[in-house]
């Protein structure tokens, strides 16, 4: 079965840079689209980016463009989130998640079936 385990996540100074990795265990991390999520206390799980599971193309939210960049490295089966120019109001608890489903688009969590635990991302100075 797919299991899913975040790291990465830490304390960081507003406009620090910091990287997620989502690793991969069971299956092939490449048959699955890969979502990042986010939820900050008391907000709902935000989507943040997402990989495709065949092509490797990627969409991003909004506001992460030009900051946010995700990747895969297939040998490791890892996922990675590169988190430039962090915010305060970006601190929360990151999420990756495996879904069979790509509709060109980000996708809410719904349609993600594989969760990992979630690792802890803090933007203070």
């Known amino acids: 079965q797919l299991q899913l385990v975040e790291s990465g996540g830490g304390l960081v100074q507003p406009g620090g840079s910091l990287r997620l990795s989502c690793a991969a265990s069971g299956v092939t991390l490449g048959t699955y689209t890969i979502g990042w999520f986010r939820q900050a206390p008391g907000k709902e799980r935000e989507a943040v980016s997402c990989?495709?599971?065949?092509?490797?193309?990627?969409n991003y939210a909004d506001s992460m463009k030009g900051r946010f960049s995700i990747s895969r490295n297939n040998a490791k089966n890892t996922e990675y989130l590169q988190m430039n120019s962090l915010k305060p109001e970006e601190t929360a608890i990151y999420y990756c998640a495996a879904s069979t489903n790509w509709l060109g688009t980000l996708m809410g969590p719904a349609l993600y079936k594989y969760w990992g635990q979630g690792t802890q991302v803090t933007v203070s100075s």
């Open positions: 990989i495709s599971r065949s092509s490797g193309r990627t």
